[in-house]
């Protein structure tokens, strides 16, 4: 490239995973006369030992600087409990597992590109995925003075070009692609392999990263405060991630939360993924099991249709549109008495709702017990309710249904 800053070589902000694709871009983008920024985003899937090889793995690819942005607490304050207050899962499906963190990492990335004073920025998505899209428009939207660089992507490159080009420059490093693909974070891990590119075949017991190791039972309990997590077995934490996260150590050996995901990509074409999401799962339907107590028949409904709309946003990494602000006052907002014990019981491959305690139940005796007995209406009462809720259907049938019908 023209280095039009003069002597001074460009800098351009990676997002680096350390794997093949963003170890290419390294090298790539040092070749081609940047000063390369490797910065990892850890939202979770990160534990310390792994930030350890990947700035060892990042600067012997030439990075001059790597850099781990923790953005955990903030993924959490900014949109994980708005999916739990949403009971957000796509096609009823999947807990948004990769999709969100996407969106947090694209953020990120940018934020650090502008405070470092960065003219590009660059990222290792290939051309057929979400990735990109999510990257892209957090890019544009943020800093569109900033230019952005996706080399696997422009040179349509196949895997082992990319091999091939890394042993050129001395980069010898084991590239066996493992038979599946996992990419683990706070909100639960996604499984790719073969049998998810086809449509009717499971994956194998061995795919997924946590193994069922306890074979029995356990009861658990979530408290919820206005619809955030506060305790775990009756036990307060710092902060709801660390609920999360020891909700996750507890179930994981139970190898709850297995699934397959089918869901239509950003780009159009219809997409397959496996996904282990223990402890997202219990929180969404613990939390939905106490929602149901708490709030009125029409909360309930209009907080589906919405959350519905507010998962598909953050899924097509439309994170930044101020409609989302609007959902999420709305969604903060029903959770106002959303507050109280939900007991579970755990067993190896699937978890039990068992039932809540609170102050806000409207299951409430005191105005009657469901099929049992009344104490705020009559007989009389409900017989002239149903003849009016009936009038208007009566009137239809009576004008419009023929004879013999």
């Given at each position: 490239m023209s280095n039009e800053q003069g002597d001074q070589q460009p800098t351009v902000v990676l997002a680096f995973s350390g794997g093949l694709d963003t170890s290419?871009?390294?090298?790539?983008?040092?070749?081609?006369?940047?000063?390369?920024?490797?910065?990892?985003?850890?939202?979770?899937?990160?534990?310390?030992?792994?930030?350890?090889?990947?700035?060892?793995?990042?600067?012997?690819?030439?990075?001059?600087?790597?850099?781990?942005?923790?953005?955990?607490?903030?993924?959490?304050?900014?949109?994980?409990?708005?999916?739990?207050?949403?009971?957000?899962?796509?096609?009823?499906?999947?807990?948004?597992?990769?999709?969100?963190?996407?969106?947090?990492?694209?953020?990120?990335?940018?934020?650090?590109a502008q405070d470092s004073g960065a003219g590009y920025v660059a990222h290792g998505s290939t051309g057929a995925g979400n990735d990109q899209v999510r990257f892209d428009l957090a890019f544009r939207i943020l800093a569109p003075s900033i230019q952005i660089i996706t080399p696997i992507r422009d040179q349509q490159l196949s895997r082992q070009q990319e091999v091939e080009f890394l042993k050129e420059h001395g980069i010898n490093w084991s590239w066996e692609k493992a038979k599946y693909s996992i990419n683990q974070g706070i909100w639960g891990t996604s499984v790719g392999g073969q049998e998810t590119l086809t449509s009717d075949q499971a994956l194998p017991e061995e795919a997924y990263p946590s193994q069922m190791v306890e074979r029995g039972s356990r009861k658990i309990s979530l408290t919820f405060e206005k619809g955030e997590l506060e305790e775990l077995n009756g036990i307060s934490y710092n902060h709801p991630i660390e609920i999360i996260q020891e909700l996750q150590n507890l179930a994981a050996p139970y190898a709850i939360g297995r699934d397959i995901h089918v869901g239509d990509t950003i780009v159009g074409i219809k997409g397959r993924v496996g996904f282990e999401a223990a402890a997202p799962l219990i929180i969404i339907h613990a939390h939905q099991l106490l929602e149901k107590h708490a709030l009125t028949k029409w909360q309930l409904y209009w907080k589906d249709q919405l959350a519905i709309w507010y998962g598909m946003m953050v899924h097509e990494g439309q994170f930044l549109d101020p409609v989302m602000r609007n959902l999420e006052t709305f969604l903060k907002d029903t959770q106002k008495l959303v507050t109280g014990e939900v007991f579970l019981q755990l067993h190896p491959y699937r978890y039990e709702l068992i039932g809540i305690q609170s102050e806000h139940d409207l299951m409430s005796s005191k105005f009657g017990d469901y099929g049992e007995a009344n104490k705020a209406w009559t007989g009389e009462d409900v017989k002239g309710f149903t003849n009016i809720a009936a009038n208007a259907t009566k009137i239809w049938y009576a004008v419009n249904r023929k004879k013999g019908e």
């Amino acid at each position: 490239m023209s280095n039009e800053q003069g002597d001074q070589q460009p800098t351009v902000v990676l997002a680096f995973s350390g794997g093949l694709d963003t170890s290419y871009c390294v090298v790539y983008l040092r070749e081609q006369g940047y000063r390369v920024h490797a910065v990892t985003v850890n939202t979770g899937g990160f534990d310390e030992k792994q930030l350890i090889d990947l700035k060892e793995r990042a600067l012997e690819l030439g990075a001059e600087k790597f850099v781990v942005l923790d953005e955990t607490k903030r993924f959490y304050k900014k949109c994980l409990r708005y999916l739990i207050y949403g009971n957000v899962l796509r096609n009823h499906t999947y807990p948004l597992s990769v999709s969100a963190e996407r969106v947090f990492q694209a953020l990120a990335i940018v934020q650090y590109a502008q405070d470092s004073g960065a003219g590009y920025v660059a990222h290792g998505s290939t051309g057929a995925g979400n990735d990109q899209v999510r990257f892209d428009l957090a890019f544009r939207i943020l800093a569109p003075s900033i230019q952005i660089i996706t080399p696997i992507r422009d040179q349509q490159l196949s895997r082992q070009q990319e091999v091939e080009f890394l042993k050129e420059h001395g980069i010898n490093w084991s590239w066996e692609k493992a038979k599946y693909s996992i990419n683990q974070g706070i909100w639960g891990t996604s499984v790719g392999g073969q049998e998810t590119l086809t449509s009717d075949q499971a994956l194998p017991e061995e795919a997924y990263p946590s193994q069922m190791v306890e074979r029995g039972s356990r009861k658990i309990s979530l408290t919820f405060e206005k619809g955030e997590l506060e305790e775990l077995n009756g036990i307060s934490y710092n902060h709801p991630i660390e609920i999360i996260q020891e909700l996750q150590n507890l179930a994981a050996p139970y190898a709850i939360g297995r699934d397959i995901h089918v869901g239509d990509t950003i780009v159009g074409i219809k997409g397959r993924v496996g996904f282990e999401a223990a402890a997202p799962l219990i929180i969404i339907h613990a939390h939905q099991l106490l929602e149901k107590h708490a709030l009125t028949k029409w909360q309930l409904y209009w907080k589906d249709q919405l959350a519905i709309w507010y998962g598909m946003m953050v899924h097509e990494g439309q994170f930044l549109d101020p409609v989302m602000r609007n959902l999420e006052t709305f969604l903060k907002d029903t959770q106002k008495l959303v507050t109280g014990e939900v007991f579970l019981q755990l067993h190896p491959y699937r978890y039990e709702l068992i039932g809540i305690q609170s102050e806000h139940d409207l299951m409430s005796s005191k105005f009657g017990d469901y099929g049992e007995a009344n104490k705020a209406w009559t007989g009389e009462d409900v017989k002239g309710f149903t003849n009016i809720a009936a009038n208007a259907t009566k009137i239809w049938y009576a004008v419009n249904r023929k004879k013999g019908e």
